[in-house]
């Protein structure tokens, strides 16, 4: 059984700040890529940087600049550090980890359960 546990979500004023973590735990073996999701909305779910476990990092283009994203290999663990934050940015962000399974040796992609982000006056 892996788990994928985010915290670090809230309600924040335009042009704050929030810094998102998601840990791994259970029977995983590996991580490779790990990354940031977030679903607004009425819409669907969109894939917002990610970061391999050699620290090669991604972001849609709508973050760059404002968003960072880090991790901690000996933790399982993955940070989004987000700055400049807009109501465009309110959405429930998930956590996704691709891994190999430490039971049966297969590749899976585990995913939190999700946070929520309010960016509003």
């Known amino acids: 059984q892996v788990q994928l546990v985010e915290s670090g979500g809230g309600l924040v004023q335009p042009g704050g700040s929030l810094r998102l973590s998601c840990a791994a735990s259970?029977?995983?073996?590996?991580?490779?890529?790990m990354g940031w999701y977030r679903q607004a909305p009425g819409k669907e779910r969109e894939p917002v940087a990610d970061?391999?476990?050699?620290?090669?990092?991604n972001y849609v283009n709508s973050v760059k600049g404002r968003f960072t994203i880090s991790r901690d290999n000996a933790k399982n663990t993955v940070y989004l550090q987000m700055n400049s934050l807009k109501p465009e940015d309110t959405a429930v962000y998930y956590c996704?980890?691709?891994?190999?399974?430490?039971?049966?040796?297969?590749?899976?992609?585990?995913w939190g359960q999700g946070t929520q982000v309010t960016v509003s006056t």
């Open positions: 996704k980890a691709d891994g190999i399974s430490g039971t049966d040796w297969r590749r899976y992609d585990y």
């Open positions: 259970g029977s995983i073996f590996s991580i490779r890529t």
């Open positions: 970061i391999t476990s050699g620290g090669v990092t």
